[in-house]
């Protein structure tokens, strides 16, 4: 008997519970907000500088007396200046560099030398990595080194073309030959890195 009271007291209380909930929506309902209004875009006209200020109409005096008025005198003597001009730079003639299979005879180049001079990169010798560098050398006809071109780098960005250029750095070897004459090449040249 207990049991069916219970449940009729909750069964009634949720009912209850329904209807207060359903009639006082407009309670809980958010008020309108308000229409939104239209908005006009205008352009903005920017801020026209003013004109530049003209400067006073004085003639130009490029007198002795007129610059010994805006001279400051100080205690340091500076040597007279005397009308140096640098000596007319003459323009190289375009190099034409032949490629590697025009050539005859390749360019010697000094193996020991270049050993001596390569630097085995410190963050790639303290990991533990080893690498190969692909260049191109610029070699004119007096055997010159013009320039160092990395080609590839094997491992990527840790040293090595850096390491491997700079091991050209003061180089000189015999030029490459093309019929019995030196003449200036492109020669590909690689360098590995090894750990000992």
């Known amino acids: 008997m207990v049991r069916p009271l219970i449940f009729t007291i909750v069964t009634l209380l949720h009912i209850i519970i329904i209807v207060f909930v359903a009639?006082?929506?407009?309670?809980?309902i958010l008020?309108?907000?308000?229409p939104a209004g239209v908005?006009?875009?205008?352009?903005?006209?920017?801020?026209?500088?003013?004109?530049?200020?003209?400067?006073?109409?004085t003639p130009f005096t490029n007198t002795m007396e007129s610059i010994?008025?805006?001279m400051i005198e100080t205690d340091v003597i500076t040597p007279p200046i005397i009308?140096?001009?640098?000596?007319?730079?003459?323009?190289?003639?375009?190099?034409?560099?032949?490629?590697?299979?025009?050539?005859s005879k390749i360019p010697e180049l000094p193996e020991d030398?270049?050993?001596?001079?390569?630097?085995?990169p410190p963050i790639a010798q303290r990991s533990n990595i080893e690498g190969v560098v692909y260049l191109e050398l610029f070699i004119?006809?007096?055997?010159?080194?013009?320039?160092?071109?990395?080609?590839?780098?094997?491992?990527?960005?840790?040293?090595f073309g850096d390491a491997a250029i700079n091991a050209f750095r003061g180089i000189r070897g015999k030029p490459a030959e093309a019929n019995g004459e030196p003449v200036a090449v492109r020669y590909r040249y690689n360098i590995n890195?090894?750990?000992?």
């Open 68 to 70: 010994a008025e805006t």
């Open 83 to 103: 009308g140096y001009v640098p000596p007319a730079r003459t323009a190289e003639p375009e190099i034409e560099y032949l490629r590697q299979h025009q050539i």
């Open 39 to 57: 908005m006009k875009l205008v352009d903005i006209e920017e801020d026209i500088p003013p004109p530049p200020e003209k400067l006073p109409d």
């Open 23 to 28: 009639f006082n929506m407009d309670a809980v």
């Open 31 to 34: 008020p309108e907000e308000p």
């Open 193 to 196: 890195f090894r750990l000992n």
């Open 113 to 120: 030398q270049i050993v001596r001079n390569t630097i085995y």
């Open 140 to 159: 004119d006809r007096t055997g010159n080194i013009r320039d160092v071109r990395i080609l590839r780098e094997n491992p990527p960005n840790r040293g």
